[in-house]
């Protein structure tokens, strides 16, 4: 899978960020989009080739396999990167739609399009939520799907076609299970970041508004 749209994406959104902004799309990029591509996916890649289970019954594995995991992990991280990165689009619409009207009236309309005011901080502040949201509905996901983020050794299966309990097994879990761990670890640091900038901009501007207000009552 190319994964040079989303890059472009977060090398589009860092123009128009904050600092704690700028430090979520390294986050994003470098501990989270890297590890999939380089470690990842290479991880996950056979894990259903490498599935087995003590009987050759068959069909038996596919059906046991289906069961623990219903979606593979990778597919399901690699759609949380995607849906976390897209609300961010809203900001670089918003920033086109300045910069294009700027166009058709053929004067500066704005001091600078990309500066995070007016409509443009409701949108801003609009994908924030979107984004930490979308981290959280992910993170649960991944909790209810599997049971934790735990990956066991062994599982036991009784679903037909098999005959009887017959045992599974899982490859690398310990390798798969630390992978998990960094998963949930840099979504709960997106979310920290997230919700850092979210506050930071409401009290930001909400100070703004306020001094403006006191300037006026005072002229």
């Not at 009887?164 to 097994?169: A, G, P, Q, R, S």
């Amino acid at each position: 899978m190319s994964w040079a749209f989303l890059r472009d994406l977060l090398s589009g959104v860092n123009k128009y960020s904050t600092g704690i902004g700028r430090i979520w799309v390294a986050v994003v990029f470098m501990f989270r989009l890297l590890v999939y591509v380089a470690a990842a996916e290479n991880i996950w890649k056979h894990e259903h080739d490498e599935f087995e289970c003590n009987i050759k019954q068959p069909g038996c594995e596919n059906v046991c396999f289906d069961h623990f995991f219903p979606v593979s992990h990778i597919r399901l991280w690699a759609l949380q990167l995607i849906m976390v990165s897209t609300p961010s689009l809203l900001v670089v619409f918003h920033v086109a739609y300045r910069e294009n009207r700027q166009k058709q009236h053929n004067q500066k309309l704005y001091r600078n399009p990309g500066k995070i005011d007016g409509g443009l901080l409701y949108t801003y502040l609009i994908s924030l939520i979107l984004k930490t949201g979308l981290e959280i509905v992910f993170l649960v996901l991944f909790y209810k799907l599997y049971n934790g983020f735990k990956i066991p050794h062994l599982v036991k299966c009784d679903i037909k076609p098999c005959p009887n309990t017959v045992d599974c097994y899982i490859s690398k879990p310990t390798e798969k299970m630390i992978f998990l761990y960094f998963l949930a670890a840099t979504s709960c640091l997106c979310i920290v970041l997230n919700l850092s900038e979210l506050s930071y901009l409401i009290f930001k501007y909400s100070i703004k508004c306020y001094l403006k207000r006191h300037m006026k009552k005072q002229q």
